[in-house]
C-alpha cells in the first residue's frame, strides 16, 4: 500500500504559477500527476517513472514540468504560465507496475486525495 499526500494548490490569476507537491509513503515504479473537472473524466497531466523520464500531455507541454526527490518520496508538478482552462482537482498516482497506457488512470493502483487549482482570467 503507498499513502499519497497533495499539497500547494491555490487560485492564481492567469499567467501565474504553482508548485504542486505529493508525499508518498514509498518509491514506486511509476508517479503522476492527473486532473478532473467536475463532469469530465479524469486526464492525465504529467508522468514519470523511476528512471526520470517524462511525459506530458499536450495542453501542458512546455509550461508544466514534472520532477521528483527520490530521497524524500515527494513528487512536484511546477505549473507556470497557468491558463483558466487548467481549473481542476489535480490529483497524484502511483502504481508498482504500469500495466498499459501511462496516462490511462486505470492504471494506476493509488491516489491522493487530491489539490484544487483555480486560475481566474
Known amino acids: 500500500q503507498v499513502q499519497l499526500v497533495e499539497s500547494g494548490g491555490g487560485s492564481v490569476q492567469a499567467g501565474g504559477s504553482l508548485r504542486l507537491s505529493c508525499v508518498a509513503s514509498?518509491?514506486?515504479?511509476?508517479m503522476g500527476w492527473f486532473r478532473q473537472v467536475p463532469g469530465k473524466k479524469r486526464e492525465g497531466v504529467a508522468i514519470?517513472?523511476?528512471?526520470?523520464?517524462?511525459s506530458y500531455a499536450d495542453s501542458v507541454k512546455g509550461r508544466f514540468t514534472i520532477s521528483n526527490d527520490n530521497t524524500k518520496n515527494i513528487l512536484y508538478l511546477q505549473s507556470d504560465s497557468l491558463k483558466p482552462e487548467d481549473t481542476a482537482m489535480y490529483y497524484c498516482?502511483?502504481?508498482?507496475?504500469?500495466?498499459?497506457?501511462?496516462?490511462?488512470?486505470?492504471?494506476?493502483?493509488?491516489w491522493g486525495q487530491g489539490t484544487q487549482v483555480t486560475v481566474s482570467s
Open positions: 514509498r518509491r514506486t515504479y511509476c
Open positions: 514519470i517513472d523511476s528512471e526520470g523520464t517524462t
Open positions: 498516482a502511483a502504481t508498482g507496475i504500469l500495466r498499459g497506457e501511462q496516462f490511462e488512470p486505470s492504471n494506476y493502483d493509488y
